[in-house]
């Protein structure tokens, strides 16, 4: 089989050919159809996430790999001792695989398995920059029903991530004063999520108004782009007074900034930082204590919200978002354009 894989931190991927793998046992087998690209897969083939002041923190990418965690293929083989899953059938993978011994996938939270020990899809066992993808249970499949091939594997990381942050918000049927910042390709996910999910229209921010543009087309209740004067004010005067929650999908020195500003004195607020951009935030004790706010770090999203996910999928509640296809012996050059902001949406590599 043919695949794509990082041979060294930032250097252009390197064309394998290998054995195609057999599955043993509850192994499944998916030849690879789509995988999208995201901003993760930039942080894992620099090597290195930004912590602030000059100072990176080494990703934990195995190498050399196949990358690419947005799978979306066809059932081609299974294991032995497979059973309910239908071969020709195309999936949505779960890429978030646990070495399912730590008390963390005991408790249905392999999400978190430990960096060590994990088994993550293209970050530590080859993912979707492969022809084929061996996956360890077929529990790991979804059904994505009518879903473009394009978007379908993005369910599995960015939608998932968007889903699992909207929970942790602990948001109302009809809030008006969510505020989303970063208006790309996962923004936009949140954004459909949060009106198919929760029945929110959410107020979102970025400093590019081509993407606001998008944005608002795809309903969000207002865009807000942050380097204008007043925008900060203007949020408030939206919300009321404040803002109820934010979620951050940019989790930048100036997105955090920004953001943590817009609960104003009201007590409560929650901030849900997902983003990975980088860097530093200096926090004012006195005022997050008498505030009574929430500053929380969300990581995708467990199997069960995976379910309950594809579940709002492939009932239609979300309205698709388009994503541009390239070529899979692009990959090098889709990191390189994501990672300078040369992508406005969404992306995925077709095999």
Not at 132 to 139: E, F, I, P, Q, S
Not at 161 to 174: F, H, M, P, R, V
Not at 286 to 294: D, E, K, N
Request: proline share 3%.
């Amino acid at each position: 089989m043919k695949s794509y894989q990082v041979i060294g931190n930032g250097l252009p991927l390197e064309e394998v050919i290998s054995d195609k793998p057999t599955p043993k046992g509850k192994e499944v087998l998916i030849k690879t159809i789509a995988c999208g690209v995201c901003h993760s897969d930039v942080h894992i083939h620099d090597g290195y996430f930004d912590v602030g002041n000059d100072k990176k923190m080494a990703s934990r990418l195995v190498q050399p790999l196949a990358m690419g965690h947005e799978i979306y293929g066809e059932l081609v083989e299974t294991g032995e001792d497979v059973h309910g899953v239908e071969i020709g059938k195309k999936y949505v993978v779960y890429p978030w695989i646990g070495c399912g011994d730590c008390k963390e996938c005991e408790n249905d939270m392999e999400h978190y398995c430990g960096p060590f020990t994990a088994q993550n899809l293209g970050v530590s066992v080859n993912g979707g920059h492969a022809e084929y993808v061996l996956v360890k249970d077929a529990r790991y499949l979804f059904d994505a029903g009518d879903t473009p091939e394009e978007l379908a594997g993005s369910y599995a990381c960015r939608g998932l991530t968007a889903y699992s942050a909207l929970k942790k918000a602990d948001l109302k049927s009809g809030q008006n004063n969510l505020v989303i910042i970063g208006a790309g390709g996962l923004g936009l996910l949140a954004l459909k999520i949060a009106k198919a999910a929760f029945n929110i229209q959410p107020i979102v921010v970025d400093i590019d108004d081509q993407k606001l543009q998008a944005a608002k087309k795809a309903g969000a209740r207002e865009v807000i782009n942050s380097k204008n004067e007043g925008a900060s004010e203007k949020i408030i005067e939206l919300t009321n007074g404040s803002a109820g929650a934010v979620i951050d999908f940019v989790g930048s020195e100036s997105s955090v900034n920004f953001g943590y500003k817009l609960f104003g004195f009201t007590k409560g607020g929650q901030y849900i930082l997902v983003g990975l951009l980088g860097g530093q935030f200096n926090l004012q004790l006195p005022l997050h204590t008498f505030t009574a706010r929430t500053i929380s770090g969300t990581y995708v999203g467990s199997l069960k919200e995976m379910g309950e996910l594809m579940e709002l999928v492939r009932s239609g509640k979300i309205d698709p978002v388009q994503v541009e296809s390239r070529h899979i012996s692009q990959a090098t050059d889709t990191l390189r354009d994501l990672k300078n902001g040369d992508i406005p949406g969404m992306v995925c590599l077709k095999h």
